[in-house]
T-cell receptor, first 114, second 108 residues
């Protein structure tokens, strides 16, 4: 079966623009996770969904970041008014339920803000 | 202080040697622990879970010390293919915290 799919794989945009990143988890996985990995840094946990619900949004770096998941499947991470410090690889992962291992990661979206 | 800390390395180790990494965590409420492996420019992949009783998977042994709040990973008879970054992962409440990783280079 297909793994976790993320799009776009690369995104270059100008500072101040909005961007939307998409994640399509493995079919049947109820838990979906968003991470950010900056150059030379570890994975920063942003948010997770169990079904369509995100119980804790405190990991999002600022109020310019938002995420949603509808239909218990595809999720979008939106960054408004992008800043240069938003440049990073955004990784999505899914698992059967929250906390289950392994988490299956997508290939990531490499975001570059000019 | 970071909630999960690892020595970034790099650890340069000759092939066939044994190497060990530690990872410390600061929150005693942390509930479960894992080691992930990440190859350069690739996504992380689960290596193994970590239990208090210790667990072994082939050449890899993981251990959890709750009293001292650290987990360890031991790799025996290291192979060139073990070269990667090893990420310590901690689950706590509604959060998953990754360490920054320890880079391992196995030398021929």
């Amino acid at each position: 079966g297909a793994g976790v799919s993320q799009s776009p794989s690369n995104k270059v945009t100008e500072k101040g623009k909005d961007v939307e990143l998409r994640c399509d988890p493995i079919s049947g996985h109820t838990a979906l996770y968003w991470y950010r990995q900056s150059l030379g840094q570890g994975l920063e946990f942003l948010i997770y969904f169990q079904g369509n619900s995100a119980p804790d949004k405190s990991g999002l770096p600022s109020d310019r970041f938002s995420a949603e998941r509808t239909g218990g499947s595809v999720s979008t991470l939106t960054i408004q008014r992008t800043q240069q410090e938003d440049s990073a690889v955004y990784l999505c992962a899914s698992s059967l339920n929250w906390g289950d291992q392994p988490q299956h990661f997508g290939d990531g979206t490499r975001l570059s803000i000019l | 202080r970071k909630e999960v800390e690892q020595d970034p390395g790099p650890f340069n180790v000759p092939e066939g040697a044994t190497v060990a990494f530690n990872c410390t965590y600061s929150n005693s409420a942390s509930q479960s622990f894992f080691w992930y492996r990440q190859d350069c420019r690739k996504e992380p992949k689960l290596l193994m879970s970590v239990y208090s009783s210790g667990n072994e998977d082939g050449r890899f042994t993981a251990q959890l010390n709750r009293a001292s709040q650290y987990i360890s990973l031991l790799i025996r008879d290291s192979k060139l293919s073990d070269s990667a970054t090893y990420l310590c992962v901690v689950h706590r409440d509604d959060k998953i915290i990754f360490g920054k990783g320890t880079r391992l280079h196995i030398l021929p």
